[in-house]
Every structure is written in structure tokens, then in C-alpha cells.
């Protein structure tokens, strides 16, 4: 079994920063994929950015040039930097463990407010 538990949400002014973090505790194997996600309200959840254990990222269009993944393996941690943040990233950021198709785990949530 796997727990994942995010931090670093909150408030920030249209332009400013935040950084995410997700520890992942239980087994967890270097094929596991890990990445963050977001939900706006009224609208599905979507993908932001995964990275593998090797650090290779992938990021939605919305996103690229403004956040970062990375991924400490040694910790169990993935972070995700947002830089230039805009209201339109107001959203439930949750973390994402993927292990196989049919095998994932959800964090509970951290909440992004993007505001002036």
C-alpha cells in the first residue's frame, strides 16, 4: 500500500510563485511513475506534469515554461515548482503515484488559490 501526503498549497498574487510537495511512504519501485494533477471547480481533473524515477517530465501545454517537476527518489518525494502562476491555476492539486495501468494511488489534496 501506498500513502501519498501533499503540502505547500495556498495563497499567491497572479504572478508570484508556490512550491508542492508530495512524500510518498510504503513500497515504492523505480518503475513508478509520479506526478501531479489538478481539479478547478466544476471542471474533470487533468494532468499537469509526471516524471519518472530517472527524471524524465512531461507537462500539459498550459503549463510548460512556467512549472517544474522534479523528484528526489531517495526521499520518496516529487516536488512541483509553479512559477508566473495565474488565476486559471486555482485548483485541488493532487499527487499520483502510477504503478501499472490498472494499479495507482491518489494524495487527498492540496488546495491553490491564485488571487489578488
Known amino acids: 500500500q501506498v500513502q501519498l501526503v501533499e503540502s505547500g498549497g495556498g495563497l499567491v498574487q497572479p504572478g508570484g510563485s508556490l512550491r508542492l510537495s508530495c512524500v510518498a511512504s510504503?513500497?515504492?519501485?523505480?518503475?513508478?511513475?509520479m506526478g501531479w494533477y489538478r481539479q478547478a471547480p466544476g471542471k474533470q481533473r487533468e494532468l499537469v506534469a509526471t516524471?519518472?524515477?530517472?527524471?524524465?517530465?512531461d507537462y500539459a501545454d498550459s503549463v510548460k515554461g512556467r512549472f517544474t517537476i522534479s523528484r528526489d527518489n531517495a526521499k520518496n518525494t516529487v516536488y512541483l515548482q509553479m512559477n508566473s502562476l495565474r488565476p486559471e491555476d486555482t485548483a485541488v492539486y493532487y499527487c499520483?503515484?502510477?504503478?501499472?495501468?490498472?494499479?495507482?494511488?491518489w494524495g487527498q489534496g492540496t488546495q491553490v488559490t491564485v488571487s489578488s
Open positions: 499520483k503515484l502510477q504503478r501499472s495501468i490498472t494499479t495507482y494511488y
Open positions: 510504503g513500497t515504492i519501485f523505480s518503475f513508478d511513475i
Open positions: 516524471i519518472t524515477s530517472r527524471g524524465s517530465g
